[in-house]
């Protein structure tokens, strides 16, 4: 197993660890700090491993990240789809 591929396994392994805690916040600080630890790390493994298992990872953090974007996705939705006048 590359350096690369052994980091994107303790990042999920430590997500799925924080969305086990209660909270009260909803997780959204853990996500925060989730996305930016995990966006270099899936940098990394599309560097060291390639496309094919980047988009693996990709695919997998996003599965574990998915309320963020899925805001994200309506933001961009209600950002393109206002008038450019208003």
Known sequence: MTPSLALA???AV???VI???PSRRNHWPAAYGLIAVGVPIIVYVFWE???LIGAAVLLA???ILRWPLRYLWRWARAR???P???
């Open 19 to 21: 969305a086990m805690l």
């Open 9 to 11: 396994a303790i990042w």
């Open 49 to 51: 491993n390639g496309a």
């Open 84 to 86: 450019r006048g208003e």
């Open 14 to 16: 430590a997500a799925n």
């Open 61 to 63: 953090a996003a599965s």
């Open 80 to 82: 393109l789809a206002r």
